[in-house]
């Protein structure tokens, strides 16, 4: 008989299982880690329930989820805020389908308008889905040059003019630098950014699995920074900011070229590029690095709306919101930010 059980926040025994499982399941992700559920709620505050499937005494499904409650957004239970990828991962489609069961009933006792999985695929062709965003992912050659020619010629010329243009990057052991170049740059975009203690958080929870590098002007100045995860054999670099002088001096290109090396350097197989929308000038950034876009499937549950929800810049009811924000003083946005972004998820 497969049972479904909720993973308290303070059972070590029962997270260490499941992050076991969630290594060895061919469809867990970075984002099925327990240590979200830590994070999430320590940062946020938010409602947390992770659920796990087990048969004859061992984990064979994990579903993380967590409630997110605005009144400018809405009330939804997603797999999971602030992630990019999630949704079920089992060992078969009896314990997918309970924990889905179990979501669901928990998403109705709770009230929520929706529940929303961030599947990598679809599974179920009768649920209401979106699919605004697509993923890059490249494999890693064994070999540094072979990395190198294996990026576009243009997109190599400027890898060339950072290298050229005395670019160093190193990895930091705090978050201070990329904080100041994540949140001015997020703010140039007309978005509020995650609070600081939120990547603090990050790199104290899952430790030699989070890293920042940050890559600096030949006379010391950031320029441009980027929070890594590792999972398995592949590195996700998730969150980045740079400087307006970046793009001059080619500090984006040089930063993901020193953290492909050090990839390449360390064994990893996989570059995940990560989510972007398609039509906009990150899509068209990995693009130009040779990556090949791959869809991501979200399907909902909609329980008391009637529309698939659309919390992102291109709703053009935001845009009047965005230009307000970037006439924000930097310092007002950064303290603002942090209640606005906990409810968008």
Known sequence: MTTVRRLAPDDG????????????????????????QRVLREVFRHDTHFLCAERGG?????????RVKSLLFGHSLASLPFAVYGGVAADDEDAALLLEAAAER??????????ELRQLARRHEGWPRQELYVTFRKEILPDEEANLLAIPRKQRAMVRKGIKNGLAAAFDDGVERFFALYADNVHRHGTPAMP????????????????????????????????SFYFRDEILPYYAGDDEAARDLAAN?????????????RGLKTFDY???????????FKKNWGFEPT??????????????PQHNPSNAKYQLLIRAWRRMPLAMANTIGPHIVRSLG
């Open 58 to 66: 061992r984990i064979v499904g994990v579903l993380p989820l967590a």
């Open 106 to 115: 928990l998403g109705r006792g709770m009230g929520v308008e929706h529940l």
């Open 196 to 227: 600081r203690r939120w990547f603090q958080a990050l790199r104290r929870e899952f430790g030699r699995d989070c890293s920042v590098l940050t890559v600096s002007a030949p006379d010391g100045r950031p320029l441009s920074s980027v929070l």
């Open 13 to 36: 025994r029962l997270a260490a299982a499941w992050d076991e499982y969630v290594l060895a399941c061919p469809q867990a992700t970075f984002f099925h880690r327990a240590g979200w």
């Open 274 to 284: 990560g989510r972007s929308k398609q039509g906009t000038g990150p899509y068209a």
């Open 295 to 308: 869809p991501l499937t979200y399907e909902y549950r909609l329980f008391s709306r009637e529309a698939v």
């Open 253 to 265: 290109d040089f930063k993901y070229w020193e953290l492909m090396r050090h990839a390449c350097a």
